[in-house]
Protein backbone atom coordinates (compact mmCIF):
# COMPACT_ATOMS: atom_id res chain seq x y z
CA UNK A 1 0.00 0.00 0.00
CA UNK A 2 1.51 3.32 -1.00
CA UNK A 3 0.40 6.57 0.20
CA UNK A 4 2.61 9.53 -0.69
CA UNK A 5 3.78 11.89 1.52
CA UNK A 6 2.91 14.68 -0.86
CA UNK A 7 -0.21 16.33 -0.65
CA UNK A 8 -2.66 17.11 -3.25
CA UNK A 9 -3.60 20.50 -2.56
CA UNK A 10 -1.85 23.29 -3.06
CA UNK A 11 -3.33 25.75 -0.89
CA UNK A 12 -5.42 25.87 2.06
CA UNK A 13 -8.31 27.68 0.23
CA UNK A 14 -8.33 25.37 -2.44
CA UNK A 15 -8.40 22.89 0.06
CA UNK A 16 -11.93 24.83 1.45
CA UNK A 17 -13.54 25.02 -1.72
CA UNK A 18 -12.86 21.69 -2.82
CA UNK A 19 -13.40 22.97 -6.34
CA UNK A 20 -16.82 24.60 -6.10
CA UNK A 21 -18.05 21.53 -4.03
CA UNK A 22 -17.37 22.86 -0.77
CA UNK A 23 -21.12 23.16 0.28
CA UNK A 24 -21.89 19.55 -0.52
CA UNK A 25 -18.72 18.23 0.17
CA UNK A 26 -18.38 19.88 3.68
CA UNK A 27 -22.51 19.39 4.84
CA UNK A 28 -21.41 15.99 3.95
CA UNK A 29 -18.81 15.60 6.83
CA UNK A 30 -20.15 18.56 8.66
CA UNK A 31 -23.58 16.39 9.20
CA UNK A 32 -21.97 13.35 9.55
CA UNK A 33 -19.47 14.49 12.49
CA UNK A 34 -22.08 16.66 13.89
CA UNK A 35 -24.27 13.11 14.07
CA UNK A 36 -22.08 10.79 15.71
CA UNK A 37 -21.03 13.49 18.32
CA UNK A 38 -24.80 13.81 19.08
CA UNK A 39 -25.56 10.40 19.53
CA UNK A 40 -21.88 10.20 22.03
CA UNK A 41 -23.66 12.42 24.01
CA UNK A 42 -26.99 11.01 24.22
CA UNK A 43 -25.95 8.04 25.38
CA UNK A 44 -23.82 9.65 27.98
CA UNK A 45 -26.81 11.49 28.84
CA UNK A 46 -29.14 8.40 29.49
CA UNK A 47 -26.37 6.75 31.32
CA UNK A 48 -26.15 9.94 34.06
CA UNK A 49 -29.92 10.26 33.79
CA UNK A 50 -29.98 6.64 34.94
CA UNK A 51 -27.34 6.80 37.23
CA UNK A 52 -29.16 9.97 39.36
CA UNK A 53 -32.24 8.23 39.05
CA UNK A 54 -31.40 4.83 40.89
CA UNK A 55 -28.92 7.05 42.96
CA UNK A 56 -32.41 8.56 44.35
CA UNK A 57 -34.48 6.23 46.62
CA UNK A 58 -38.24 6.99 47.12
CA UNK A 59 -37.55 9.41 49.68
CA UNK A 60 -35.64 11.65 47.75
CA UNK A 61 -32.22 10.64 49.42
CA UNK A 62 -29.45 10.97 47.38
CA UNK A 63 -27.02 7.86 48.04
CA UNK A 64 -23.50 8.84 47.98
CA UNK A 65 -20.46 5.46 48.54
CA UNK A 66 -23.39 3.20 49.90
CA UNK A 67 -24.38 6.01 53.13
CA UNK A 68 -26.97 9.21 52.91
CA UNK A 69 -27.48 12.00 53.94
CA UNK A 70 -30.90 12.02 55.54
CA UNK A 71 -32.36 11.22 58.43
CA UNK A 72 -33.94 7.81 59.96
CA UNK A 73 -36.82 8.21 57.39
CA UNK A 74 -34.55 7.01 54.45
CA UNK A 75 -34.52 3.37 53.89
CA UNK A 76 -30.98 3.30 52.64
CA UNK A 77 -30.12 4.25 55.96
CA UNK A 78 -31.35 0.76 56.94
CA UNK A 79 -28.87 -1.24 54.64
CA UNK A 80 -25.74 -3.04 55.60
CA UNK B 1 -58.20 -43.00 10.05
CA UNK B 2 -57.96 -42.57 6.49
CA UNK B 3 -56.10 -39.41 5.31
CA UNK B 4 -53.95 -38.34 2.43
CA UNK B 5 -50.84 -40.44 1.09
CA UNK B 6 -47.77 -39.29 3.48
CA UNK B 7 -50.01 -39.04 6.20
CA UNK B 8 -51.68 -41.90 7.10
CA UNK B 9 -52.87 -41.26 10.36
CA UNK B 10 -55.31 -38.61 9.01
CA UNK B 11 -53.59 -35.44 10.55
CA UNK B 12 -53.88 -33.60 7.08
CA UNK B 13 -57.52 -34.54 6.89
CA UNK B 14 -57.62 -32.94 10.56
CA UNK B 15 -55.24 -30.02 9.52
CA UNK B 16 -57.97 -29.47 6.35
CA UNK B 17 -61.09 -29.97 8.34
CA UNK B 18 -59.44 -27.12 11.47
CA UNK B 19 -58.33 -24.60 8.52
CA UNK B 20 -62.08 -25.25 6.83
CA UNK B 21 -63.86 -24.53 10.39
CA UNK B 22 -61.95 -21.87 10.72
CA UNK B 23 -62.73 -20.04 7.38
CA UNK B 24 -66.39 -20.69 7.99
CA UNK B 25 -66.21 -19.40 11.59
CA UNK B 26 -65.19 -16.21 9.73
CA UNK B 27 -67.50 -16.18 7.16
CA UNK B 28 -70.20 -16.90 9.45
CA UNK B 29 -69.44 -14.08 11.90
CA UNK B 30 -68.53 -11.45 8.80
CA UNK B 31 -71.92 -12.19 7.68
CA UNK B 32 -73.66 -11.63 10.92
CA UNK B 33 -71.70 -7.88 11.04
CA UNK B 34 -72.12 -6.97 7.20
CA UNK B 35 -70.98 -3.65 7.91
CA UNK B 36 -67.99 -4.16 9.29
CA UNK B 37 -67.08 -5.69 5.80
CA UNK B 38 -68.58 -3.49 3.79
CA UNK B 39 -66.57 -0.69 5.48
CA UNK B 40 -63.09 -0.91 4.12
CA UNK B 41 -65.42 -1.15 0.61
CA UNK B 42 -66.61 2.19 1.18
CA UNK B 43 -63.49 4.00 2.48
CA UNK B 44 -61.67 2.52 -1.08
CA UNK B 45 -64.08 4.17 -2.85
CA UNK B 46 -64.35 7.51 -1.02
CA UNK B 47 -60.43 7.74 -0.56
CA UNK B 48 -59.93 7.08 -5.11
CA UNK B 49 -63.07 9.44 -5.37
CA UNK B 50 -60.79 12.42 -3.02
CA UNK B 51 -57.73 12.28 -6.22
CA UNK B 52 -59.17 13.67 -8.86
CA UNK B 53 -61.18 16.38 -6.54
CA UNK B 54 -57.99 16.94 -5.68
CA UNK B 55 -55.65 17.27 -8.37
CA UNK B 56 -58.54 18.67 -11.24
CA UNK B 57 -60.60 17.02 -13.64
CA UNK B 58 -58.09 16.74 -16.51
CA UNK B 59 -58.23 13.64 -18.41
CA UNK B 60 -55.09 12.85 -19.47
CA UNK B 61 -53.69 12.99 -15.35
CA UNK B 62 -56.42 11.34 -14.20
CA UNK B 63 -55.36 8.32 -16.52
CA UNK B 64 -52.06 8.56 -15.63
CA UNK B 65 -52.61 8.55 -12.40
CA UNK B 66 -55.21 5.62 -12.15
CA UNK B 67 -53.38 2.35 -11.29
CA UNK B 68 -50.93 4.36 -8.24
CA UNK B 69 -53.98 5.79 -6.85
CA UNK B 70 -56.31 2.27 -7.04
CA UNK B 71 -53.58 0.69 -5.77
CA UNK B 72 -53.07 3.16 -2.69
CA UNK B 73 -56.86 3.41 -1.82
CA UNK B 74 -56.99 -0.56 -1.99
CA UNK B 75 -53.66 -0.81 0.34
CA UNK B 76 -55.10 1.75 2.84
CA UNK B 77 -58.32 0.21 2.97
CA UNK B 78 -56.47 -3.44 3.49
CA UNK B 79 -54.32 -1.69 6.58
CA UNK B 80 -58.30 -0.19 7.89
CA UNK B 81 -59.82 -3.90 8.31
CA UNK B 82 -56.07 -5.21 9.81
CA UNK B 83 -56.70 -4.24 13.53
CA UNK B 84 -59.91 -6.24 13.88
CA UNK B 85 -57.90 -9.20 12.32
CA UNK B 86 -57.59 -10.75 15.90
CA UNK B 87 -58.73 -7.96 17.80
CA UNK B 88 -62.25 -10.04 18.21
CA UNK B 89 -61.03 -13.27 18.54
CA UNK B 90 -58.25 -11.94 21.56
CA UNK B 91 -60.53 -10.22 22.91
CA UNK B 92 -63.60 -13.25 23.21
CA UNK B 93 -60.93 -16.13 24.12
CA UNK B 94 -61.28 -17.88 20.89
CA UNK B 95 -57.61 -16.66 19.81
CA UNK B 96 -56.31 -18.68 22.78
CA UNK B 97 -57.82 -21.66 21.90
CA UNK B 98 -56.73 -21.61 18.10
CA UNK B 99 -53.32 -21.43 19.72
CA UNK B 100 -54.12 -24.77 22.06
CA UNK B 101 -55.27 -26.77 19.13
CA UNK B 102 -53.90 -29.59 17.76
CA UNK B 103 -53.40 -28.24 14.55
CA UNK B 104 -50.32 -25.80 14.23
CA UNK B 105 -51.23 -22.25 14.44
CA UNK B 106 -49.81 -21.54 11.31
CA UNK B 107 -52.14 -22.81 9.23
CA UNK B 108 -55.21 -21.85 11.25
CA UNK B 109 -53.85 -18.63 10.18
CA UNK B 110 -52.97 -18.72 6.93
CA UNK B 111 -56.96 -19.98 7.23
CA UNK B 112 -58.35 -17.20 8.48
CA UNK B 113 -56.40 -14.59 6.67
CA UNK B 114 -56.75 -15.92 3.29
CA UNK B 115 -60.94 -16.07 4.34
CA UNK B 116 -60.45 -12.06 5.59
CA UNK B 117 -58.71 -11.14 1.85
CA UNK B 118 -61.68 -12.86 0.44
CA UNK B 119 -64.68 -11.05 2.22
CA UNK B 120 -62.19 -7.69 1.47
CA UNK B 121 -60.81 -8.16 -1.37
CA UNK B 122 -63.74 -9.76 -3.73
CA UNK B 123 -66.24 -6.31 -3.18
CA UNK B 124 -63.29 -4.42 -3.72
CA UNK B 125 -62.22 -6.23 -7.40
CA UNK B 126 -65.71 -5.92 -8.29
CA UNK B 127 -66.27 -2.39 -7.73
CA UNK B 128 -62.47 -1.17 -9.51
CA UNK B 129 -64.18 -1.06 -12.96
CA UNK B 130 -66.67 1.08 -11.62
CA UNK B 131 -63.91 3.39 -9.99
CA UNK B 132 -61.83 2.83 -13.43
CA UNK B 133 -64.59 4.42 -15.44
CA UNK B 134 -64.65 7.34 -12.76
CA UNK B 135 -60.57 7.60 -14.08
CA UNK B 136 -61.37 6.90 -17.95
CA UNK B 137 -59.52 3.63 -17.91
CA UNK B 138 -61.30 0.84 -19.99
CA UNK B 139 -60.60 -2.57 -21.14
CA UNK B 140 -57.51 -3.78 -21.05
CA UNK B 141 -55.74 -1.74 -18.74
CA UNK B 142 -59.04 -2.46 -16.36
CA UNK B 143 -58.24 -6.15 -16.74
CA UNK B 144 -54.36 -5.78 -15.89
CA UNK B 145 -55.25 -3.72 -12.78
CA UNK B 146 -57.57 -6.23 -11.56
CA UNK B 147 -55.38 -8.75 -12.02
CA UNK B 148 -53.17 -7.29 -10.23
CA UNK B 149 -55.04 -6.49 -7.56
CA UNK B 150 -56.17 -9.92 -7.01
CA UNK B 151 -52.77 -11.52 -6.63
CA UNK B 152 -51.67 -8.37 -4.66
CA UNK B 153 -54.68 -8.08 -1.73
CA UNK B 154 -53.95 -11.52 -0.44
CA UNK B 155 -50.13 -10.32 -0.10
CA UNK B 156 -51.31 -6.80 1.91
CA UNK B 157 -53.64 -9.08 3.97
CA UNK B 158 -50.79 -11.40 4.66
CA UNK B 159 -48.27 -9.48 5.30
CA UNK B 160 -50.47 -6.67 7.08
CA UNK B 161 -51.49 -10.18 9.90
CA UNK B 162 -48.05 -9.99 10.49
CA UNK B 163 -48.18 -6.26 11.62
CA UNK B 164 -51.46 -6.97 13.56
CA UNK B 165 -50.12 -9.72 15.73
CA UNK B 166 -47.40 -7.91 16.51
CA UNK B 167 -49.51 -4.74 17.73
CA UNK B 168 -52.45 -6.63 19.19
CA UNK B 169 -53.41 -5.18 22.32
CA UNK B 170 -50.90 -2.73 22.18
CA UNK B 171 -51.03 1.19 23.19
CA UNK B 172 -51.46 3.11 19.33
CA UNK B 173 -51.63 -0.08 18.02
CA UNK B 174 -53.51 1.12 14.46
CA UNK B 175 -51.02 4.01 13.71
CA UNK B 176 -47.78 1.76 14.91
CA UNK B 177 -49.28 -0.97 12.31
CA UNK B 178 -49.35 1.17 9.58
CA UNK B 179 -45.64 2.13 10.10
CA UNK B 180 -44.52 -1.33 10.47
CA UNK B 181 -46.69 -2.60 7.93
CA UNK B 182 -46.19 0.28 5.30
CA UNK B 183 -42.71 0.25 4.46
CA UNK B 184 -43.27 -4.09 3.70
CA UNK B 185 -46.05 -3.40 1.25
CA UNK B 186 -43.64 -1.01 -1.06
CA UNK B 187 -42.91 -3.85 -2.98
CA UNK B 188 -46.13 -5.10 -3.76
CA UNK B 189 -47.65 -1.55 -4.70
CA UNK B 190 -44.64 -0.78 -6.85
CA UNK B 191 -44.99 -4.08 -8.98
CA UNK B 192 -48.52 -3.86 -8.51
CA UNK B 193 -49.74 -0.30 -9.97
CA UNK B 194 -46.69 -0.62 -12.20
CA UNK B 195 -47.84 -3.56 -14.28
CA UNK B 196 -50.57 -1.70 -15.27
CA UNK B 197 -48.13 0.83 -15.92
CA UNK B 198 -46.25 -1.62 -18.27
CA UNK B 199 -49.10 -2.77 -19.89
CA UNK B 200 -50.47 0.65 -20.90
CA UNK B 201 -46.53 1.89 -22.07
CA UNK B 202 -46.91 -1.80 -24.29
CA UNK B 203 -44.13 -3.51 -22.54
CA UNK B 204 -46.40 -6.49 -21.12
CA UNK B 205 -47.58 -6.92 -17.88
CA UNK B 206 -45.86 -10.12 -17.45
CA UNK B 207 -42.58 -9.08 -15.61
CA UNK B 208 -44.77 -7.41 -12.75
CA UNK B 209 -47.40 -9.87 -12.57
CA UNK B 210 -45.09 -12.32 -11.64
CA UNK B 211 -43.23 -11.02 -9.40
CA UNK B 212 -46.15 -10.20 -7.70
CA UNK B 213 -47.25 -13.83 -8.05
CA UNK B 214 -43.85 -14.64 -6.85
CA UNK B 215 -44.71 -12.21 -3.21
CA UNK B 216 -48.13 -14.22 -3.24
CA UNK B 217 -46.09 -17.54 -3.00
CA UNK B 218 -43.56 -16.19 -0.73
CA UNK B 219 -46.20 -14.48 2.09
CA UNK B 220 -48.33 -17.53 1.91
CA UNK B 221 -45.45 -19.76 3.00
CA UNK B 222 -43.47 -17.09 5.21
CA UNK B 223 -46.32 -14.91 6.81
CA UNK B 224 -48.67 -17.32 8.55
CA UNK B 225 -45.21 -18.84 10.80
CA UNK B 226 -44.07 -14.98 11.71
CA UNK B 227 -47.84 -14.48 12.41
CA UNK B 228 -48.13 -17.60 14.31
CA UNK B 229 -45.30 -16.70 16.29
CA UNK B 230 -46.15 -12.91 17.11
CA UNK B 231 -49.80 -13.94 18.36
CA UNK B 232 -47.92 -16.61 20.77
CA UNK B 233 -45.59 -13.46 21.75
CA UNK B 234 -48.91 -11.62 22.63
CA UNK B 235 -50.76 -14.35 24.18
CA UNK B 236 -48.09 -14.91 26.88
CA UNK C 1 -14.11 -31.32 34.31
CA UNK C 2 -11.62 -30.84 31.52
CA UNK C 3 -10.04 -27.84 30.45
CA UNK C 4 -12.35 -27.39 27.35
CA UNK C 5 -15.41 -27.45 29.55
CA UNK C 6 -13.93 -25.08 31.55
CA UNK C 7 -12.85 -22.82 29.30
CA UNK C 8 -16.71 -23.21 26.96
CA UNK C 9 -18.61 -22.63 30.96
CA UNK C 10 -16.08 -19.07 30.75
CA UNK C 11 -17.20 -17.84 27.72
CA UNK C 12 -21.17 -18.67 28.61
CA UNK C 13 -20.93 -16.94 31.35
CA UNK C 14 -20.89 -13.42 29.56
CA UNK C 15 -24.20 -14.49 27.89
CA UNK C 16 -25.30 -12.88 31.45
CA UNK C 17 -26.31 -8.93 31.63
CA UNK C 18 -24.06 -8.69 34.86
CA UNK C 19 -20.85 -10.13 33.43
CA UNK C 20 -21.35 -8.81 30.38
CA UNK C 21 -22.28 -5.12 31.98
CA UNK C 22 -18.16 -4.99 32.99
CA UNK C 23 -16.94 -6.77 29.90
CA UNK C 24 -18.51 -3.76 27.91
CA UNK C 25 -17.50 -1.71 30.18
CA UNK C 26 -13.93 -2.48 29.50
CA UNK C 27 -14.27 -3.01 25.84
CA UNK C 28 -15.64 0.27 24.78
CA UNK C 29 -12.97 2.95 25.32
CA UNK C 30 -10.68 0.38 23.21
CA UNK C 31 -13.10 0.60 20.15
CA UNK C 32 -13.70 4.14 20.51
CA UNK C 33 -10.24 4.81 20.63
CA UNK C 34 -9.40 2.27 17.51
CA UNK C 35 -12.09 4.28 15.32
CA UNK C 36 -10.70 7.97 16.51
CA UNK C 37 -7.37 6.77 15.24
CA UNK C 38 -8.56 5.02 11.92
CA UNK C 39 -10.96 8.13 11.18
CA UNK C 40 -7.95 10.20 11.61
CA UNK C 41 -6.27 7.75 9.00
CA UNK C 42 -8.85 7.74 6.62
CA UNK C 43 -9.08 11.67 6.79
CA UNK C 44 -5.98 11.81 6.38
CA UNK C 45 -5.62 9.50 3.29
CA UNK C 46 -9.28 10.59 2.24
CA UNK C 47 -9.07 14.54 1.82
CA UNK C 48 -5.63 15.27 1.25
CA UNK C 49 -3.77 12.45 -0.44
CA UNK C 50 -6.31 10.93 -2.65
CA UNK C 51 -6.47 12.63 -6.07
CA UNK C 52 -9.09 14.47 -7.68
CA UNK C 53 -11.60 12.33 -9.83
CA UNK C 54 -11.40 12.79 -13.93
CA UNK C 55 -15.82 12.77 -13.94
CA UNK C 56 -16.79 13.86 -10.32
CA UNK C 57 -14.26 16.19 -9.11
CA UNK C 58 -14.11 16.92 -5.56
CA UNK C 59 -16.91 16.04 -5.11
CA UNK C 60 -16.97 12.23 -5.18
CA UNK C 61 -15.14 12.86 -1.36
CA UNK C 62 -18.09 12.49 -0.47
CA UNK C 63 -17.45 8.85 -0.75
CA UNK C 64 -15.87 8.95 2.05
CA UNK C 65 -18.74 9.04 4.23
CA UNK C 66 -21.53 8.05 2.03
CA UNK C 67 -20.18 4.84 2.06
CA UNK C 68 -19.60 3.90 5.10
CA UNK C 69 -23.11 5.41 6.40
CA UNK C 70 -24.74 3.04 3.63
CA UNK C 71 -22.57 0.08 4.80
CA UNK C 72 -23.49 0.14 8.10
CA UNK C 73 -26.82 1.10 7.96
CA UNK C 74 -27.03 -2.21 6.41
CA UNK C 75 -24.55 -4.62 8.79
CA UNK C 76 -26.08 -2.94 12.17
CA UNK C 77 -29.51 -4.09 10.66
CA UNK C 78 -28.29 -8.11 9.98
CA UNK C 79 -26.20 -7.65 13.16
CA UNK C 80 -29.51 -6.74 15.14
CA UNK C 81 -31.81 -9.36 13.14
CA UNK C 82 -28.92 -12.03 13.94
CA UNK C 83 -29.25 -10.96 17.77
CA UNK C 84 -33.01 -11.42 17.60
CA UNK C 85 -32.59 -14.34 16.05
CA UNK C 86 -30.42 -15.77 19.25
CA UNK C 87 -32.78 -14.06 21.64
CA UNK C 88 -35.78 -16.14 20.00
CA UNK C 89 -34.30 -19.45 20.11
CA UNK C 90 -32.15 -19.38 23.46
CA UNK C 91 -34.85 -16.82 24.98
CA UNK C 92 -31.85 -15.12 26.68
CA UNK C 93 -32.47 -11.49 27.81
CA UNK C 94 -29.11 -10.01 26.85
CA UNK C 95 -29.65 -10.53 23.63
CA UNK C 96 -32.83 -8.30 23.50
CA UNK C 97 -30.66 -5.78 25.02
CA UNK C 98 -27.57 -6.02 22.25
CA UNK C 99 -30.74 -5.49 19.45
CA UNK C 100 -32.19 -2.57 21.34
CA UNK C 101 -29.01 -0.92 21.81
CA UNK C 102 -28.35 -1.27 17.88
CA UNK C 103 -31.45 0.07 16.57
CA UNK C 104 -30.97 4.01 17.13
CA UNK C 105 -27.38 4.09 15.82
CA UNK C 106 -28.79 2.12 12.49
CA UNK C 107 -31.26 4.37 12.14
CA UNK C 108 -29.20 7.58 12.39
CA UNK C 109 -26.70 5.72 9.86
CA UNK C 110 -29.62 5.33 7.58
CA UNK C 111 -30.49 8.76 7.72
CA UNK C 112 -27.14 10.07 7.45
CA UNK C 113 -26.53 8.10 4.16
CA UNK C 114 -29.41 9.07 2.82
CA UNK C 115 -28.36 12.63 3.87
CA UNK C 116 -24.92 12.67 2.22
CA UNK C 117 -27.05 10.96 -1.02
CA UNK C 118 -28.87 13.64 -1.70
CA UNK C 119 -26.06 15.90 -0.87
CA UNK C 120 -23.76 13.65 -3.53
CA UNK C 121 -26.68 13.37 -6.01
CA UNK C 122 -27.35 17.21 -6.51
CA UNK C 123 -24.13 18.17 -7.84
CA UNK C 124 -23.63 14.64 -9.73
CA UNK C 125 -27.20 14.13 -10.95
CA UNK C 126 -29.24 17.57 -10.57
CA UNK C 127 -31.76 16.41 -8.08
CA UNK C 128 -31.72 15.63 -4.46
CA UNK C 129 -33.64 12.59 -4.39
CA UNK C 130 -34.69 10.06 -7.38
CA UNK C 131 -37.19 7.22 -6.97
CA UNK C 132 -34.51 4.68 -7.95
CA UNK C 133 -34.90 0.97 -6.24
CA UNK C 134 -31.48 1.58 -3.84
CA UNK C 135 -32.82 4.55 -2.44
CA UNK C 136 -36.44 3.47 -2.41
CA UNK C 137 -35.06 0.40 -0.63
CA UNK C 138 -32.68 2.37 1.87
CA UNK C 139 -35.63 4.34 2.43
CA UNK C 140 -37.62 1.35 3.51
CA UNK C 141 -34.66 0.55 5.52
CA UNK C 142 -35.25 3.67 7.41
CA UNK C 143 -38.63 3.19 7.97
CA UNK C 144 -37.20 -0.31 9.24
CA UNK C 145 -35.69 0.52 12.56
CA UNK C 146 -37.99 3.41 13.38
CA UNK C 147 -40.70 1.17 13.25
CA UNK C 148 -38.67 -1.33 15.45
CA UNK C 149 -37.95 1.37 18.11
CA UNK C 150 -41.45 2.53 18.16
CA UNK C 151 -42.63 -1.05 18.62
CA UNK C 152 -40.07 -1.24 21.70
CA UNK C 153 -40.98 1.53 23.23
CA UNK C 154 -45.19 1.51 22.66
CA UNK C 155 -45.30 -2.14 24.81
CA UNK C 156 -44.44 -2.23 28.23
CA UNK C 157 -43.17 -5.45 29.26
CA UNK C 158 -39.65 -5.85 27.97
CA UNK C 159 -39.48 -9.33 27.55
CA UNK C 160 -42.97 -8.84 25.59
CA UNK C 161 -40.94 -5.97 23.86
CA UNK C 162 -37.98 -7.94 22.93
CA UNK C 163 -39.51 -10.77 21.49
CA UNK C 164 -42.22 -8.70 19.44
CA UNK C 165 -39.49 -6.68 17.77
CA UNK C 166 -37.13 -9.81 16.93
CA UNK C 167 -39.75 -10.99 14.96
CA UNK C 168 -39.96 -7.64 13.39
CA UNK C 169 -36.44 -7.40 12.52
CA UNK C 170 -36.66 -11.08 10.91
CA UNK C 171 -39.28 -10.30 8.53
CA UNK C 172 -37.67 -6.87 7.60
CA UNK C 173 -34.22 -8.34 7.15
CA UNK C 174 -35.26 -9.54 3.31
CA UNK C 175 -34.50 -5.75 2.82
CA UNK C 176 -31.06 -5.90 3.18
CA UNK C 177 -30.05 -7.99 0.46
CA UNK C 178 -32.69 -5.73 -2.09
CA UNK C 179 -30.32 -2.80 -0.79
CA UNK C 180 -27.34 -4.75 -1.52
CA UNK C 181 -28.09 -5.60 -4.55
CA UNK C 182 -30.47 -3.26 -6.26
CA UNK C 183 -27.72 -1.66 -8.56
CA UNK C 184 -27.17 -5.31 -9.93
CA UNK C 185 -30.77 -6.43 -10.41
CA UNK C 186 -32.05 -2.88 -12.35
CA UNK C 187 -31.21 -0.27 -14.18
CA UNK C 188 -30.51 2.48 -11.67
CA UNK C 189 -29.07 6.26 -11.60
CA UNK C 190 -27.37 5.09 -8.43
CA UNK C 191 -23.47 3.46 -9.60
CA UNK C 192 -23.03 -0.15 -9.86
CA UNK C 193 -20.60 -1.91 -7.06
CA UNK C 194 -17.31 -1.08 -7.94
CA UNK C 195 -15.15 -2.82 -5.34
CA UNK C 196 -15.76 -6.68 -5.91
CA UNK C 197 -13.44 -9.50 -4.03
CA UNK C 198 -12.77 -10.95 -7.22
CA UNK C 199 -12.47 -8.24 -9.94
CA UNK C 200 -9.37 -5.93 -9.57
CA UNK C 201 -11.30 -2.37 -8.02
CA UNK C 202 -12.28 -0.12 -10.31
CA UNK C 203 -11.11 3.28 -8.77
CA UNK C 204 -7.34 4.43 -7.89
CA UNK C 205 -5.65 3.10 -5.00
CA UNK C 206 -5.88 5.59 -2.11
CA UNK C 207 -9.39 6.35 -3.06
CA UNK C 208 -10.02 2.84 -2.29
CA UNK C 209 -7.89 2.53 1.07
CA UNK C 210 -9.69 5.95 2.13
CA UNK C 211 -12.84 3.91 1.64
CA UNK C 212 -12.14 0.76 3.53
CA UNK C 213 -10.08 2.66 6.45
CA UNK C 214 -12.97 4.64 7.01
CA UNK C 215 -16.04 1.44 6.93
CA UNK C 216 -13.39 0.29 9.28
CA UNK C 217 -13.61 3.32 11.52
CA UNK C 218 -17.35 3.54 11.36
CA UNK C 219 -17.71 -0.01 12.00
CA UNK C 220 -15.35 0.74 15.40
CA UNK C 221 -17.70 3.76 16.46
CA UNK C 222 -21.07 1.77 16.07
CA UNK C 223 -19.15 -0.74 18.28
CA UNK C 224 -18.65 1.19 20.90
CA UNK C 225 -21.46 2.85 21.14
CA UNK C 226 -23.84 -0.33 20.95
CA UNK C 227 -21.98 -1.45 24.09
CA UNK C 228 -21.67 2.10 26.13
CA UNK C 229 -25.65 2.13 25.27
CA UNK C 230 -26.22 -1.46 26.21
CA UNK C 231 -24.83 -0.94 29.36
CA UNK C 232 -27.33 1.60 30.24
CA UNK C 233 -29.79 -0.52 29.00
CA UNK C 234 -29.00 -3.46 31.41
CA UNK C 235 -28.65 -1.26 34.22
CA UNK C 236 -32.69 -0.02 33.24
CA UNK C 237 -33.82 -3.40 33.29
CA UNK C 238 -32.28 -5.04 36.06
CA UNK C 239 -32.34 -2.24 38.29
CA UNK C 240 -33.88 -3.91 40.90
CA UNK C 241 -30.76 -7.30 40.92
CA UNK C 242 -28.15 -7.18 43.82
CA UNK C 243 -24.96 -6.66 41.65
CA UNK C 244 -26.80 -3.27 40.44
CA UNK C 245 -26.87 -1.68 43.94
CA UNK C 246 -22.92 -2.78 44.27
CA UNK C 247 -22.29 -1.87 41.05
CA UNK C 248 -23.75 1.89 41.94
CA UNK C 249 -21.45 2.51 44.83
Known amino acids: ?80 | MSGLPGHPDGSSTRTCAAMLAVARRELLLAMQHKGEVLTPLIFFVVVASLFPLGVGPEPALLQRMAPGVLWVSALLAALLSLPRLFATDHADGSLELMALSVTPLAWLVLAKVLMQALLSGVPLLLITPIICVQFGIYGNSTFILMLSLLIGFPVLMLVGSVGAALTLGVRGAGVLLALLVLPLYVPVLVFGAGAVEAEAAGLGASGHLSVLAALLVLSVFFAPLATAAALRIALE | MTAMNVRIGTWFKYASPQYFYGLAGQLWPWFAALSAVLMGVGLWVGLLVAPTDAQQGQAYRIIFVHVPTSQMSMLIYVVMAAWAALGLAFNTRLSGMMASALAPTGAMFTLLSLVTGSLWGKPMWGAWWVWDARLTSELILLFLYLGFMALQSSIDDPRRADKACAVLALVGVVNVPIIYFSVVWWNTLHQGASVSLSKAPSMAAPMLWGMVVMVLAFWMYAVAVALARVRTIILERERHADWVQHALE
Open chain 1, 1 to 80: MQIGCSMHWSSFSEFWAMGGYAVYVWGSFGLTALAMVAEACLVRHRRQALMRELRTDADGCVGVDGRTECGERCINAQRP
